[in-house]
């Protein structure tokens, strides 16, 4: 068989049709390749413009439409991500349409499930993404062109997911004032109220003191409970940060009350808030265990972090590291991730500087762990367990006016010290 075309070609007399036919075949296969080669819009050089023949390499039309399985997305002020998690790689396109004018990156073999279906129903999906099932083996997400500076879209693998991306216009009329708030909201009254958006003058940071209600967290040998010492701490932080007129000071409860770690990422989104700060402390089966570490978020590099974040996530450790990776792809970026590194250690470094003359800190150092409150923040966060309140002479000073005050003036010195070279 190997020699059979050879053979075939070599056949005489070669007529002048079947020359024809063969060269009309392969400027065929030239012009379908080219096709499918796709175009790049010069407008928007970070986004692929496929013509109308192109496809993004997945898997054939001609198989069972793909399945978006759910709908995901994060916004801010100045930017905001759809991430569609499907069952498997997709045909991608993409058009401009007018009247009204507006983007379409389509999904042409494509069918929304009942979950994705019913946060396209809810108004889950944020602005500016409109997600619709245009047909019933169709999805197509529109972006009206006056609601974008730029945007972008992929393909990730390992889950399949499409990603897209939008940054804000540059040119905006100036959205109203809001009067900067004084005092600290109620826990309930934060939550569930939205501040109006606004040009920001200045630096927000939300406090989260651990724990609280219901839940008093971890307890000492003398019922020490971690939710009262974490709110004093808080309290102190806000009173020292205050004084800077160009920081709003908002916390995620200012009393005993219970709040939902998903409840305190939210606020800080919502806030648009540019650090988070979690307070907690330690606690270990081994009284003799003692001093501070801080987190940020990742992956836990030791078992000994896993159990620390499952303990303050409330959950199983089979379940707390899963799926970092996937949240790491899609809601952070690396700038995010690289801060709360920074910031993490400049808060570290006031600890052991501030602390270390009153009394002899064990400094554990800064890590990484999944705790939900440091995934689900879109700003610079971080956690600070600061002592062991099952440590007999830790939970005593933890009982102190001094050490609270020494705790909160170290994180104020490491707030600020990251500010300063963050402008």
Not at 24 to 44: E, F, K, N, Y
Request: overall charge positive; hydrophobic content about 40%; aromatic content about 6%.
């Amino acid at each position: 068989m190997r020699n059979r075309v050879p053979q075939l070609l070599s056949i005489r007399p070669f007529s002048t049709l079947a020359s024809c036919a063969i060269l009309l075949l392969l400027a065929d296969a030239i012009v379908i390749q080219t096709a499918w080669s796709g175009t790049q819009d010069t407008r928007h050089p970070k986004v692929s413009t496929p013509s109308k023949h192109s496809r993004v390499k997945g898997t054939p039309a001609s198989l069972a439409p793909v399945t978006v399985m759910d709908l995901r997305g994060t916004s801010s002020l100045s930017k905001a991500r759809l991430v569609l998690d499907l069952d498997r790689q997709p045909d991608v396109t993409e058009k401009r349409v007018n009247n009204p004018s507006r983007v379409v990156i389509s999904l042409p073999n494509a069918s929304l499930s009942q979950t994705a279906r019913t946060k396209v129903d809810d108004g889950t999906v944020p602005a500016p993404f409109i997600v619709t099932q245009t047909t019933p083996h169709a999805v197509a997400i529109s972006l009206p062109t006056a609601s974008y500076g730029s945007y972008r879209h992929f393909t990730l693998s390992d889950p399949p997911r499409l990603v897209i991306d939008v940054i804000a216009p540059l040119e905006q009329d100036s959205p109203p004032t809001e009067e900067r708030q004084t005092t600290p909201p109620s826990a309930g009254a934060a939550i569930t109220q939205p501040l109006p958006p606004r040009a920001k003058d200045y630096t927000t940071i939300v406090i989260d003191p651990g724990h609280g209600g219901r839940d008093p967290g971890a307890l000492g040998l003398r019922r020490t409970a971690e939710k009262d010492i974490t709110l004093n701490i808080a309290l102190r932080l806000k009173e020292l940060l205050r004084k800077h007129h160009d920081m709003r000071v908002l916390m995620t409860r200012d009393h005993d009350v219970y709040v939902e770690l998903e409840e305190r990422a939210r606020f800080a989104n919502r806030h648009g808030a540019d650090l988070f700060v979690s307070i907690h402390i330690n606690s270990h089966p081994s009284r003799l265990v003692k001093g501070i570490e801080i987190y940020h978020f990742g992956e836990a590099k030791d078992q000994r972090a896993l159990e620390v974040a499952a303990r303050e996530n409330g959950t199983p450790i089979s379940n707390t590291g899963v799926g970092w990776e996937y949240l790491v792809a899609d809601l952070l970026t690396t700038k995010k991730i690289e801060a709360s590194l920074e910031l993490a250690w400049n808060a570290k470094k006031a600890m052991v500087t501030q602390m270390n003359g009153s009394y002899d800190v064990i400094d554990h150092g800064v890590k990484t762990a999944p705790f939900y409150v440091l995934r689900f923040t879109s700003m610079p966060s971080i956690l600070a367990e600061v002592a062991y309140i099952s440590n007999p002479e830790e939970e005593a000073l933890l009982r102190t006016p001094t050490f609270v005050r020494n705790v909160a003036q170290s994180l104020y010195r490491g707030i600020l010290s990251f500010l300063a070279n963050n402008k």
